[in-house]
């Protein structure tokens, strides 16, 4: 397993006077980035292999048979297949290392992927309640028994995907693969239960009763999906790392801190927190040690490896002389 180790690097600009040094410094936590495949990668190959057999079962299944719940669950494991398939190709893309136009690698991918997959669940949901309000309008036989023998096969291969990506890497992207199993899951379920009751009482409502339940389902599943990718898409601060809350915490732990300003926390993916801030410290403490203690707070407590930590002996003021020196810095080390 070859790993990358980060030297701590910082840049002194003379271009202030005495009362106005600056140290700037890239930090990396004391960790090596691994380029072996994840388990991720494995779980998700697996569980669109069974996921793809079981949507061809059904799909065949809900036409013979006339029911909705089957057809809209077998067109929930199409997306889903599709879905799995995204996942898996932003699985293998995000171990493709970094270059000069991608200094970052390819990470966000996996969080493109799973938007897309919640935005994808979401649509389908919606028309499943269609042809579910369409269905209840209209009288269809649905053949009860064939029903329920195909949705018991579908369950047992749902719950096989599950159990296969439940035990991998617990991502964001394989937590959206596993929304969309989990409403394979509901829609077997649903599927078996309208079968049993149209085999036992003739009742034919209940198939698009249930499919509709499922839709409901859905849609929370998939907006809440949508909603944490786009949240990390958006450059919002992780959950726990608001500006204020690490200023706070910072400035008592460390006693040299003045102050904290310019703060400001993101995601690369969902597990990759970054943090760039100014730190004011008193007269006479050490710069470079300063930037180790400021680092290992954020890492230990925040549990942010990649920090970019500007060290000041005076606040910035007015605001544009953070700004001017931050181009002067992206000038000078291009």
Not at 53 to 81: F, K, N, Q, R, Y
Not at 297 to 316: D, G, K, M, S
Request: charged residues 15%.
């Amino acid at each position: 397993m070859a790993h990358a180790h980060h030297e701590h690097h910082s840049h002194a600009h003379s271009d202030h006077d005495e009362h106005e040094e600056h140290d700037h410094h890239h930090h990396h936590g004391g960790h090596g980035h691994s380029h072996s495949a994840p388990s991720s990668q494995s779980t998700l190959f697996w569980a669109l292999l069974l996921t793809l057999g079981c949507m061809l079962i059904e799909a065949v299944g809900g036409v013979v048979a006339g029911s909705l719940a089957l057809l809209a669950d077998a067109a929930h494991m199409l997306t889903d297949a599709a879905a799995l398939a995204m996942s898996y190709a932003a699985v293998r893309a995000a171990l493709k290392p970094a270059t000069g136009r991608l200094s970052y690698g390819h990470h966000r991918w996996q969080v493109l992927a799973a938007f897309t997959n919640g935005l994808a669940l979401m649509l389908l949901a919606v028309w499943i309640l269609y042809q579910a309000a369409q269905r209840l309008l209209s009288s269809t036989h649905v053949q009860g028994g064939l029903v329920a023998a195909i949705a018991v096969l579908g369950l047992a291969s749902n719950l096989g995907a599950f159990l296969v990506l439940s035990r991998g890497e617990a991502n964001l992207n394989v937590r959206g693969a596993l929304a969309h199993v989990v409403g394979d899951m509901l829609g077997s379920g649903a599927a078996l239960i309208a079968g049993l009751v149209i085999f036992a009482s003739g009742w034919m409502p209940i198939d698009p009763l249930l499919s509709a339940l499922v839709a409901a389902m859905m849609i929370r599943s998939g907006w809440r999906i949508a909603g944490e990718s786009a949240h990390i898409l958006l450059e919002g601060a992780p959950e726990g790392l608001d500006a204020q809350r690490v200023q706070i915490a910072l400035r008592a732990a460390l006693p040299f801190v003045e102050g904290i300003h310019h703060l400001h926390s993101w995601s690369l993916a969902d597990r990759q927190t970054m943090v760039t801030l100014h730190a004011t410290i008193k007269a006479g403490a050490d710069s470079d040690q300063c930037i180790r203690d400021i680092a290992r707070e954020l890492e230990q407590h925040f549990n942010v490896r990649h920090a970019t930590i500007q060290i000041e002996r005076q606040n910035c003021v007015p605001v544009e002389s953070c700004e001017l020196h931050a181009t002067r810095t992206t000038q000078a080390h291009p």
